[in-house]
């Protein structure tokens, strides 16, 4: 059995986007942070296997080797891109590459040297419990540009501070806690979850506190959406999706923000 996906499509709210590995460890790599072998065990994560395509004279290599002609070709960071439908988070075009930028649901972007967009086509052989997941990544010419609607660390984390009372408040409103199995268990998972070490060596603090922030804010939604809660008609359904639209849109823009940090915030140290 062969399965083909676009992109990575986490099952779980708390996993980290292959996108995200890719710039975190590739930037690490590309400022002297780690070494190349680090960084591609890292971006490989529990993938067996990461290819890249359409690098001139690295097709077909794996990640090493690839950031390795990428450097050669001029380029000197990585950046994330998390689309969403009206929502070009992170892309800078053309409109070919954003369209299936939003069917994977996230992209990678260079910075410096030539403008390079790369999409995570995920393979996956054999059925469940036994299965084997390859990556190949195709890389394609993109426009250069100021990438779309990602806001400075500093206005993210002000701005997921509040996003985040508002999604505290938005599951208590939402009797989420009382809303059945299905709820409890997820908020016992969200309990009893350990957090991952996020990004890369050299990210600055601040980068991985807004990242935290954003995650936290991602799992609350989550679990507002595991079942209706007290939502009992329509229209109460609908003022839900309408109130944690917003809150997923800042956590969105505060992870790119995150991600992006030794790209865009390269100098600062932040308290």
Not at 8 to 14: A, E, Q, T
Not at 17 to 35: D, I, K, M
Not at 99 to 105: F, S
């Amino acid at each position: 059995m062969v399965q083909i996906t676009g992109g990575s499509r986490p099952d779980d709210v708390f996993d980290e986007p292959r996108s995200g590995r890719l710039v975190a460890w590739g930037n690490a790599w590309l400022s002297g942070s780690t070494s190349p072998d680090h960084a591609a065990e890292a971006v490989r994560g529990g993938d067996d296997r990461h290819l890249v395509e359409g690098i001139e004279g690295a097709q077909g290599a794996g990640i090493t080797l690839a950031l390795g002609r990428l450097r050669t070709l001029g380029v000197t960071g990585l950046r994330l891109a998390l689309p969403a439908a009206g929502h070009p988070l992170g892309l800078t075009g053309p409109a070919g590459f954003n369209q299936q930028a939003l069917l994977a649901g996230e992209a990678v972007l260079t910075a410096g040297g030539p403008a390079v967009g790369l999409l995570p086509e995920v393979v996956r052989h054999g059925p469940e419990g036994d299965r084997l997941v390859r990556v190949l990544w195709r890389a394609v010419p993109v426009d250069q540009g100021v990438p779309a609607d990602v806001p400075q660390l500093r206005d993210a984390e002000r701005e997921l501070a509040e996003s985040l009372r508002e999604a505290t408040a938005l599951l208590m409103r939402l009797d989420v806690a009382g809303g059945g199995p299905a709820v409890q268990r997820a908020l016992e998972a969200y309990r009893r979850r350990k957090e991952p070490e996020l990004l890369a060596p050299g990210y600055p603090p601040r980068a991985v506190r807004v990242l935290q922030s954003a995650r936290q804010v991602r799992s609350l939604l989550a679990l507002a959406t595991v079942d209706d809660g007290a939502a009992v008609s329509a229209g109460e359904m609908s003022a839900r999706e309408a109130a944690m639209r917003p809150l997923g849109r800042a956590a969105r823009r505060a992870t790119v923000a995150a991600y992006n940090a030794l790209v865009d915030e390269p100098v600062r140290e932040e308290r």
